[in-house]
């Protein structure tokens, strides 16, 4: 049976027999599932690394290191914590009859819906993917239309490689998330705009289905005095540009005095020479821009404060140089929505209260970002404002840590996942408690 074919409603009935019928479950299915995705990921990187160059003009370096190898990486800390996690842990409890043992269940939730995005689009449909199949459920994933050649790619491979009764993939626009999203799941898992949270969330609301919702924002990046800039502005530079900008956890933009930011340009400047070249759209590494529609979109954003670097580029290729932009008014529209692209606007502040100020009266980001050598700066950061993170030192890295829950707060998400986290996200946690017929000792 094809599952590339099949209608939204008929795949979901398939795979709630899946599970019902209890084949999910065992420690010894999740294992061979992960196993069997480890395998098609290591097995077809070339192919992989092609479609991912054909639809974002990757490298092959990128592709390995942020998709391919990635998704493993992922993998083998799942199948590490496995074991432990499908262990029911005993709970003492108070309140209830004598004897009375109880224990908590790690269980699956049931049939599960991945939506991704197409900025990463094997490493944000396969994540989540394995967090759902190390926890027993059955799932559907959804890729975006916008990176077709991985889209197509996945829905060949999947159903190859993983048990086609319980996994399938289903290709489409948003009319076909739509046709999933009528359907009634056990969990939703989408990765996307902020505004197309908005309608997954409302969707669920008619199944009181559960969400994860990984979403995007402006992330913004506090520069304080004492920054080393020269260091400050490579490793900013590399977190905003990879992917030419089009990552959920790329720095939005730049707070710093206005000394500060004098003293950055430059060293942005010398940064991107380094990185990119004299000329970035000759640089392998350099991604292009995913659609025309948004290429438009970044280009409608160029026209704010100073340029300091780049402001061009090719429509037809979907070539946009790495631009910085400087004294960049709060209100103009590069501030005002995610940039997500390669357009790094610097908005000039006094110091750090009006930082944490201007951070606090917008949306909450999926990250704050600083450069500070000053302890008391990074305290006040961590504790006066709210975001899925903070990172202090060096912008994006956080996605490197499984150990670490990875998610928004807000307009910038609901839920988190990746390793130990994934595996709660697509568990419930199942007290059982089992109470003795008569008080004293256990029947
Ligand atoms: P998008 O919301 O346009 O699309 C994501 C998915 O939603 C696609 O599969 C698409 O087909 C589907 N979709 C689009 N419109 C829909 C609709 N009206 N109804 C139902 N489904 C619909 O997002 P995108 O442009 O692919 O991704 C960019 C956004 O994703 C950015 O905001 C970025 O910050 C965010 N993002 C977040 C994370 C994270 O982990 N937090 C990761 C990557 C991207």
């Not at 290709?171 to 999203?181: F, I, R, S, V, Y």
């Amino acid at each position: 049976m094809s599952v590339l074919t099949a209608a939204p409603d008929s795949v979901v009935t398939r795979l709630r027999t899946a599970f019902t019928s209890g084949r999910t479950r065992p420690a010894a299915w999740r294992v061979q599932q992960l196993t069997a995705l480890r395998a098609l990921l290591d097995g077809h990187r070339a192919e992989l690394a092609d479609a991912l160059h054909q639809d974002l003009g990757k490298s092959r370096t990128d592709a390995f290191a942020v998709e391919v190898d990635f998704v493993i990486r992922e993998i083998d800390g799942l199948l590490g914590h496995l074991e432990a996690w499908m262990e029911p842990q005993s709970v003492a409890v108070s309140g209830c009859p004598a004897g009375s043992t109880a224990a908590v269940h790690n269980v699956p939730l049931g049939v599960v819906l991945v939506v991704a995005p197409w900025n990463y689009p094997v490493q944000l449909a396969l994540l989540p993917l394995a967090g759902a199949l190390a926890a027993g459920n059955a799932a559907v994933v959804k890729p975006s239309e916008l990176a077709p050649a991985s889209s197509a790619l996945l829905a060949r491979l999947l159903p190859l490689h993983l048990d086609a009764e319980a996994v399938a993939v289903v290709e489409g626009g948003p009319g076909t998330a739509q046709e999933l999203l009528a359907q009634r799941f056990d969990h939703i898992f989408y990765t996307g705009s902020t505004a197309v949270g908005r309608v997954v969330m409302r969707a669920a609301a008619e199944h009181l289905t559960p969400v994860t919702l990984e979403l995007g924002g402006k992330s913004p990046v506090f520069v304080d005095r004492d920054a080393p800039l020269a260091h400050t502005a490579k490793r900013l530079v590399r977190a905003k540009f990879t992917n030419a900008g089009q990552a959920c956890v790329a720095p939005d933009y730049v707070l710093t005095d206005p000394a500060t930011a004098r003293a950055l340009e430059p060293e942005l400047v010398r940064a991107l020479h380094r990185l990119y070249g004299p000329d970035p759209s000759t640089a392998p590494g350099y991604g292009r821009i995913v659609s025309t529609r948004h290429f438009d979109r970044l280009a409608g954003l160029l026209d704010a404060g100073r340029t300091v670097t780049g402001g061009t580029g090719d429509r037809d290729s979907r070539y946009l140089a790495p631009t910085v932009l400087a004294e960049v008014p709060a209100d103009a529209p590069v501030m005002r929505e995610e940039v997500f692209g390669p357009v790094l606007p610097i908005t000039e502040v006094s110091g750090l209260d009006e930082a944490i100020g201007f951070i606090n009266a917008r949306e909450r980001p999926l990250a704050v970002y600083a450069f500070t050598g000053n302890d008391e700066t990074r305290r006040r950061l961590a504790a006066g404002t709210t975001s899925g993170a903070v990172v202090f030192g060096m912008p994006a890295v956080q996605v490197m840590a499984p150990e670490l829950p990875f998610g928004g707060v807000g307009a910038s998400g609901t839920g988190a996942y990746r390793g130990l986290h994934s595996l709660a996200a697509f568990s419930h946690r199942k007290p059982v408690l089992d109470v003795p017929f008569r008080s004293g000792p256990r029947r």
